[in-house]
């Protein structure tokens, strides 16, 4: 059984896809579990804030909005697909796996996919300009490795939970030699360097190291189940 892996693209009548077209600044990426939307959003004109944050509370409504000054992350009360709109419905059904999140700028939606079978893309595609929709595909290879190594590992999923302070340790603990085999220096010298309490800097230290391996392990676990061939043909093409 071949398998593929596709990114394609998508313009059409959709809620997010037509706000992406309002908003020529608007870049957004989104989640859903059909029964609430998660969006992810950077908006360069910041004076759009207002009318962008009403339009989508009169789509579905907001439950909980935060901001990091950068970017906007929302979810709403109610998922904005229906059976004809929804992309991600039609790949579900289609046997396709979606690879979240979809992407909306300037009116498209941008979509990866990995397709087990041949068939079943060729009648997803076939099904979704029967719907009117403007396809352009921009990317397709058979996929060779493993789905649960394609995973996107993103900075957010390692580091969010960490304090700035538990941050501030690692990279210090770092670049004076911590982590080094034999160390350059222990906790007691790097804290003296600090000029902070050794139990202080301790603390910092270790419960970043935990929460660390914590966000690592369930991808260690994923990729340790890649047969051993597969990871030697990906170092060897690195």
Known sequence: MSLFDVTFRISHDCPFGNISRKFQSLKMFGWCNREHDVVEFILNE?????ALMKEISNLCGVIDRVSDGSKVHVITK???CNPDNSVVGNIGTSNLLHIAPTIYE????YYRIIAL??????DFFLHIQKKGFDLEILHKVPFNGSISSSLTLTADSLFSNLTKKQIDALVTAYTNGYFLLPRKADVKEIAFRKQ?????????????????????IPYIKLFSNIPTEKIMKFKMKR
Do not use: I
């Open 46 to 50: 910041l004076d759009d804030y207002p």
């Open 117 to 122: 079978r041949h068939k079943d893309l060729e």
């Open 106 to 109: 300037n009116g498209w939606e």
């Open 78 to 80: 109610n998922c904005s």
């Open 196 to 216: 902070v309490s050794r139990t202080t800097f301790q603390e910092h230290l270790s419960k970043a190291e935990n929460k660390l391996m914590s966000a690592l």
